[in-house]
């Protein structure tokens, strides 16, 4: 890792530390503890606020332990498609935001330059978004990606529904 590489995600990293360190106070505090074993007992409803949470670079990691606490009563399955819905939801907010924001200039010119520059074809946006979504990262960073591409909102919705969900439901039998 280099200097310049620090420079240039600092906020990105800083907001994952931040998590975990947020995530870290739940787990040690016990007042705050207890917060995460209601949104548990809260059942499905408390997957969908957990799949809210899930898809924040900031409260992931704190969702990751609604997930992995969840109660075994509860269908992964229906753990994993409720936390993935209200994954989607958040993720297709900012994909929203983003793509209106890109169409005032910013960013439609900043990645015309880069497709530019290196060729990159559209679908392989749309599959590293795919990645990012499932995996524990940032969704606000695949949301970015694809919503400054300009891509269609229901393939994104479809597309982070998925990913969330089969990410939840791994999370939800650890």
């Known amino acids: 890792m280099t200097w310049s590489f620090l420079r240039v995600h600092k906020l990105s990293i800083v907001t994952f530390v931040a998590g975990v ?7 040690v505090v ?19 606020v957990g799949g809210v949470m899930y898809g924040s670079a900031l409260t992931a990691s704190t969702a990751t332990l609604i997930f992995v606490g969840a109660d075994y009563g509860l269908n992964p399955i229906l753990v994993g498609l409720i936390g993935g819905l209200g ?28 497709r530019a ?7 392989v946006d749309m599959l590293i978004g795919g990645f990012i979504m499932a995996s524990p990262l940032p ?21 982070s529904f998925a990913a969330n969900a089969i990410g939840i439901m791994l999370l939800s039998r650890l």
Do not use: C
């Open 30 to 48: 016990p007042s705050l503890h207890k917060v995460i074993i209601e949104i548990d007992q809260l059942g499905y409803f408390g997957m969908l």
């Open 139 to 159: 969704d606000e960073l695949a949301a970015g990606l694809m919503g400054a591409t300009n891509g269609k909102t229901m393939p994104f919705l479809m597309m």
């Open 87 to 114: 994954a989607a939801i958040y993720d297709t907010t900012i994909f929203l935001i983003i793509r209106h924001e890109s169409d005032k200039g910013f960013f439609a010119r900043w990645l015309e330059r880069l």
């Open 21 to 27: 360190g947020l995530a870290v106070l739940f787990l």
């Open 117 to 123: 520059k290196f060729h990159v074809p559209t679908w």
